[in-house]
């Protein structure tokens, strides 16, 4: 029943819509401030975190989208334990990696510059295991900010 919004060949549901989408078709949640809750992390979620937008051409998904999509198919069956679960286990898990990443930036920016150079940051990539297909600034150097957003995504 559920996955029908995510994926398959049923009825698109709203598990790919907008966040705005999403509240104009629940109505009002004034009167579930537990879902109201729900609703406003998910949302401050996928803006902090673009890369968690379900959109459902995802060529390699990110590995907590099927969270995101299973707590927005709770907040559309109002369920809003479940859904809140989703959030928390979301939440715990963008913590741990920005942590990882943090710890191995650290790691590898031998100056302490908060820049990595092409090479450290290739080796960072390495070490974390992700593909690197991201273009360093001018001077050929990835800040903390930037490589968290690449890694992450």
Do not use: W
Request: glycine content about 8%; overall charge negative; some cysteine.
């Amino acid at each position: 029943m559920g996955c029908q919004c995510c994926h398959g060949d049923g009825p698109i549901g709203y598990s790919g819509a907008s966040h705005e989408e999403m509240l104009k078709n629940f109505g009002d949640l004034s009167e579930d401030a537990s879902m109201a809750a729900v609703v406003a992390d998910l949302a401050q979620i996928t803006e902090e975190h673009p890369y968690l937008k379900p959109t459902g051409t995802e060529p390699t998904p990110h590995q907590l989208l099927y969270f995101v999509r299973r707590c927005r198919e709770y907040v559309i069956m109002r369920n809003s334990k479940e859904a809140a679960s989703c959030i928390e286990r979301i939440q715990r898990s963008l913590k741990y990696e920005i942590a990882q990443i943090r710890d191995a930036f650290r790691r590898f920016d031998h100056d302490g510059s908060n820049y990595l150079d092409q090479n450290e940051f290739k080796y960072l990539c390495a070490y974390l295991g992700r593909l690197i297909l991201t273009n360093l600034d001018l001077f050929g150097a990835a800040e903390f900010g930037m490589s968290q957003g690449f890694l992450l995504s």
